[in-house]
């Protein structure tokens, strides 16, 4: 099967492709190895470094997303499927994160994560801050979790994984079938 691909999709491939292979490279450097970013080691708060990977990683899912939604058929579905898998698998360890960091703001020692606690009680020295702050990036990981297996399941049906779309399938608003039909009345209406 030949796939021809424009402009567009070959910017948002190339998009992602690099903002997921700098996300990754920062983990792994973050994490001791050496990736040829020594810029990283120089960042003193764990925080700020993994401020990069949270910059660089969402975009890098996003834009493969985007670019999935270009495609037809099998390969639109395949595509959608492999990056749900992959933005699950790398957000799981945030949403673990998140709760081992109200674990050790509790007295328990869990050695991956005390240099991060306590590099982010430096910036926020109140315990309510750094609570305030968990429970926010635990909502946000949630989050990450939650919109790339909802908007895969749209995708897997045929449906733009748009914001309101993925709101209405939240809420229970419109059913599947009612949001196929909408882009199929909408061409219609191009049509006449």
């Known amino acids: 099967m030949k796939l021809k691909l424009s402009v567009k ?5 190339c998009v992602s492709v690099i903002c997921n292979i700098i996300g990754l490279m920062t983990i792994l450097q973050i ?8 810029y990283i080691n120089k960042i003193s708060n764990m925080l700020f470094q993994y401020f990069i990977v949270l910059t660089f990683m969402p975009i890098g899912i996003m834009t493969f997303r985007t670019f999935a939604t270009t495609l037809e058929g099998k390969v639109k579905h395949t595509l959608a ?6 933005s699950t698998v790398l957000t799981i360890p ?9 674990v050790i703001l509790g007295g328990t020692s869990i ?20 609570i305030a702050f968990y429970i926010f990036v635990l ?3 949630i989050v990450f979790l939650a919109e790339p297996i909802i908007a895969c399941y749209l995708i897997l049906k045929d449906v733009e ?3 309101p779309n993925i709101i209405n399938l939240i809420l229970k608003k419109k ?10 009345e909408e061409a219609s209406e191009v049509v006449n």
């Open 9 to 13: 999709q070959i910017i948002l491939l």
């Open 31 to 38: 994490n001791g190895a050496n990736m040829g970013m020594p």
């Open 81 to 86: 499927l492999i990056n749900c898998i992959y």
């Open 94 to 102: 945030l949403f673990l994160s998140m709760i081992i960091c109200f």
């Open 111 to 130: 050695p991956l994560m005390d240099a991060f606690v306590a590099d982010f009680a430096l910036l926020s020295p109140s315990l309510g801050g750094q």
């Open 139 to 141: 909502i946000l990981s």
């Open 161 to 163: 994984p748009s914001i």
């Open 175 to 184: 059913t599947i079938a009612e949001m196929q039909q909408k882009p199929a």
